[in-house]
T-cell receptor
């Protein structure tokens, strides 16, 4: 079975530009998570969806970040406008409810 | 909220030796404790997990122990090999909330 699929794998963008990260969860999983990983803060949960509905977005850093899940097989995380401090690895992960979380390979974002 | 502390942050062992990574958690409601291995350039991958109704679980060279009273859980890797070199994360879950430790960078010297 295909795992969690993320795109792009790498993105370099200029400060102020819009960034859109994409995720396809594992088929049959009804929970989807966006995490951010940095050296300083480790793995941080940004937002959690259950059955396509955002349940907890308390980890979203600020209004520049937004996430959507229009259907069970697709989610986006958008940063607008991007800033250098947003540089990090962004992971999408999915699970069945209250079960093991499976991570994608990550989107490596650099904002210059 | 839940807080997970992980120690040590870096661990260097000789090939063939054992490695032990320890975690503590704060929320007694946490009932699921997965361990992940992250290799360079990849996402974290589950290597073993334990639920709160079990004290110990083993899978070949890796084992996990859980002490719910003390809110401690540990990962044990025996007969370490160079390919075990990676960053290891513990986590504690209750419902959908999974909180990760800061990670342990394990070096296995050949």
């Amino acid at each position: 079975d295909a795992g969690v699929i993320q795109s792009p794998r790498h993105e370099v963008t200029e400060m102020g530009q819009e960034v859109t990260l994409r995720c396809k969860p594992i088929s049959g999983h009804n929970s989807l998570f966006w995490y951010r990983q940095t050296m300083m803060r480790g793995l941080e949960l940004l937002i959690y969806f259950n059955n396509n509905v955002p349940i907890d977005d308390s980890g979203m850093p600020e209004d520049r970040f937004s996430a959507k899940m229009p259907n069970a097989s697709f989610s986006t995380l958008k940063i607008q406008p991007s800033e250098p401090r947003d540089s990090a690895v962004y992971f999408c992960a999915s699970s069945r409810v209250e079960d093991t979380i499976y991570f994608g390979e990550g989107s490596w974002l650099t904002v210059v | 909220g839940e807080n997970v502390e992980q120690h040590p942050s870096t661990l260097s062992v000789q090939e063939g030796d054992s490695a032990v990574i320890k975690c503590t958690y704060s929320d007694s409601a946490s009932n699921y404790f997965p361990w992940y291995k992250q290799e360079l350039g990849k996402g974290p991958q589950l290597i073993i997990d334990i639920r709160s109704n079990v004290g110990e679980k083993k899978d070949q060279r890796i084992a996990v122990t859980l002490n719910k009273t003390a809110k401690h859980f540990s990962l044990h890797i025996t007969e370490t090999q160079p390919e075990d070199s990676a960053v290891y994360f513990c986590a504690a879950s209750e419902g959908f909330k999974t909180i990760f430790g800061a990670g342990t960078r394990l070096f296995v010297k050949a």
